[in-house]
């Protein structure tokens, strides 16, 4: 209670006037997903991000919501390890999963990538048909009988609501999908390969309003199968599909630091930090 009381009387110091809300302004979950341990990450001698711890629960949905240049997608990005991809990049603190620090030595990171998967801004279906694109990590794995592919693509499509749209036409091109089918073609294609981890970086960016309704609505049916972690600019879509946000700020020099994390809720009602109050209601950002 004293703590509780003692973070009231600085932020009613910081805001005269009117109080702010009687809670930690980072909330971590017990038992979480994933989360993250006083993570510092470089690209060079660049500090992206600075000392940012964060948890996101199992079987929710997590908003990352903040400016541009603020290490969102950065975040996003080192949950996976597709950071490792850029030969600059370094990583400090600890990335977990469950129990398993990922960036141990003894991970498989190919392994790693089709439990945590992942949705980027624009659809990235692969140059081959819509059938063989979801059973491709099937096949990754070693043979597969015809029917169990057959049945991973049905119910992966069936799933991502695209199934009705291209059950007569699996043979074609997936690159002949509208935006918005190859995006939920992606979305079949990390569920076949069995993520339980869904890393999604501002995924409806390139899409349309309808198609954009339609992944939402493919979130919140997935929500308690599998973990979404979304970034997004789009503050009513953080607001409509998530259970918990958590906002970031560029601090000194530039670094991306965590300022708020709690539920959506509370936090887009009654934000603890003044700054996120701020951000949600277009003052800055």
Known sequence: MASELSIL???????????????????????????????????????ALRNVSISAPKGEITAIIGPSGCGKSTLLRSLNRINDLIPSFSLEGEVMVGDQNVYAPEVDVASLRRRVGMLFQRPAPFPMSIYDNVVYSLRLDGRQSKRTLDDAVERCLQQTALWEEVKDRLKDAATGLSGGQQQRLCL????????????????????????TLR???????????????????????????????????????????LVELGKTDAMFKDPVDKRTEDYITGRFG
């Open 9 to 47: 009387g600085r932020l009613q110091e910081s805001q005269p006037g009117k109080g702010r809300p009687a809670r930690p302004s980072i909330v971590q979950v017990d038992h979480p997903a994933v989360s993250t341990r006083n993570v510092n990450a470089r690209y060079g001698p660049f500090l």
């Open 188 to 211: 079949a294609r990390t569920l076949a390969a069995g993520s339980d981890i869904i890393l999604m970086d501002e995924p409806c960016a390139a899409l349309d309003p309808i198609s």
């Open 215 to 257: 992944i939402e609505e493919l979130m919140r049916d997935l929500r308690g199968t599998v973990t979404i972690i979304i970034v997004t600019h789009n503050l009513q879509q953080a607001a409509r599909v998530s259970d918990y946000t958590a906002f970031m700020l560029m601090g000194e020099g530039r670094a991306g630091e």
